[in-house]
């Protein structure tokens, strides 16, 4: 009873980590749950809910024998709820058991015409004994769900942009080219400064990201853990992982400044070259840098400089997670970063727009077939690229 017992909570825990997986994506990638989500989310909840009351049926008998065993326990000479296993029986030998075919053949007619029980007693122990190993066919194999999958879909550079809905395949985003004038007043009644404000725009075109893959009625029916759910789970990813490594490069290909060199490969000179960064973005912009853009391998060169105490340089960076906040501005860790990227600027000017398609399907009856997909279109833009530096650390000499 405890082993199907613990086989029915097994499958109620595996719904619901994968219904809390969906959700949660969902809610991490700012939107509503898809039709098709949907009716997974309802089809796994109506087996939740047979789940339930089977537990509850055989969680009751589990409980009533554990009450009758511990009555029985409370009344003098009870039963014992379970007899003494026997013990284990020797393997069998022939050999051992008959000196050869005579007197096997003796042994045979003793028992079977005379009745000589000591002469059955030897034939029983010729009883073959049957084992796994004799019928490895019809055991079978269980797949225990759910699929393992390395797949880290996150999107670290694009959450960290300004995120909009996109409007249209392309539009403008309009910009400020020249702004009016404003001075000092030299004598009453004298002309002020006058100067015409000008608004230029900057094009930005979406690019359309998708796949699909047609999957047998058969592979569909048969496969458990259910392989629609399981294809669609790995175009999301696919989707999430293809879309950062775009806005990442584009991103990089923005920025017009000349990179800042690091004087010193530790806690002081990083820190120079950061404000000094920073100095030039505010010039530019008048925008205050917030965020410090950096490849996995500069995040590892910052965690692990110290000053000559051993103290860290950057106390606040961890190696449980990619955050921290050096120097007060937001560090985003991306992979999608050629390694050396270190880059510093202000996270609103860059501008991640979207709109996601999610899964599509489409049956074909002809072939028993169904046709799958996933599409989404994307855009980014860096509507201030002198607002951003780029800064390059020193080799590191052994």
């Not at 719904?15 to 989310?41: C, F, M, P, S, W």
């Not at 759910?146 to 985003?173: E, K, Y």
Request: glycine share 8%.
């Amino acid at each position: 009873m405890g082993a199907y017992l613990d086989r029915l909570n097994e499958q109620f825990d595996e719904i619901r980590v994968g219904i809390d997986e969906l959700v949660n994506r969902a809610a991490e990638e700012n939107r509503d749950v898809t039709d098709d989500e949907q009716k997974r989310v309802d089809r796994d909840r109506g087996r939740m809910d047979e789940l339930t009351a089977a537990i509850e049926h055989y969680s009751g008998i589990e409980k009533t024998a554990d009450r009758v065993t511990a009555l029985r326990a409370t009344t003098p000479g009870a039963r014992p709820t379970a007899s003494p296993r026997p013990p284990a029986e020797p393997e069998y030998d022939i050999a051992r058991e008959f000196n050869g075919p005579g007197d096997y053949a003796v042994m045979l007619n003793r028992a079977w015409m005379h009745k000589d029980p000591a002469a059955a007693e030897r034939l029983d122990r010729a009883t073959a004994h049957q084992k796994t190993t004799d019928n490895p066919g019809i055991i079978p194999r269980p797949v225990l769900g759910p699929v393992i999958d390395l797949l880290a879909a996150g999107r670290p550079f694009v959450n960290s942009c300004s995120r909009r809905p996109l409007p249209a395949g392309a539009f403008d985003r309009p910009t400020i080219t020249q702004h009016v004038a404003v001075g000092p007043q030299a004598v009453e009644k004298d002309l002020t400064a006058s100067q015409v404000l000008t608004i230029g725009k900057i094009p930005v075109t979406a690019k359309t990201f998708a796949g699909h893959l047609n999957i047998s009625r058969q592979d569909i029916k048969w496969t458990n853990p259910g392989i629609l759910n399981i294809v669609f789970d790995d175009f999301a990813g696919q989707y999430a992982l293809v879309t950062c490594d775009y806005a990442s490069d584009a991103f990089v290909t923005s920025v017009t400044n000349p990179p800042i060199a690091i004087a010193t490969a530790d806690g002081p000179g990083v820190t120079a070259a950061l404000y000094e960064a920073a100095a030039a973005a505010v010039e530019a912009s008048t925008a205050m840098p917030d965020t410090l853009w950096v490849a996995p391998d500069v995040w590892a060169a910052l965690g692990g400089m110290a000053n000559a105490n051993g103290v860290p340089a950057f106390p606040s960076l961890s190696v449980t997670g990619t955050g921290g906040n050096p120097l007060g501005m937001s560090l985003v860790v991306d992979a999608h970063f050629a390694a050396g990227t270190m880059i510093v600027g202000p996270s609103a000017y860059a501008e991640f727009y979207e709109d996601i398609d999610g899964l599509m399907q489409v049956g074909e009856p002809d072939v028993l077939g169904q046709l799958v997909g996933y599409a989404g279109f994307c855009a980014f833009v860096n509507v201030a690229p002198t607002a951003f530096t780029p800064l390059t650390l020193p080799a590191v000499v052994p």
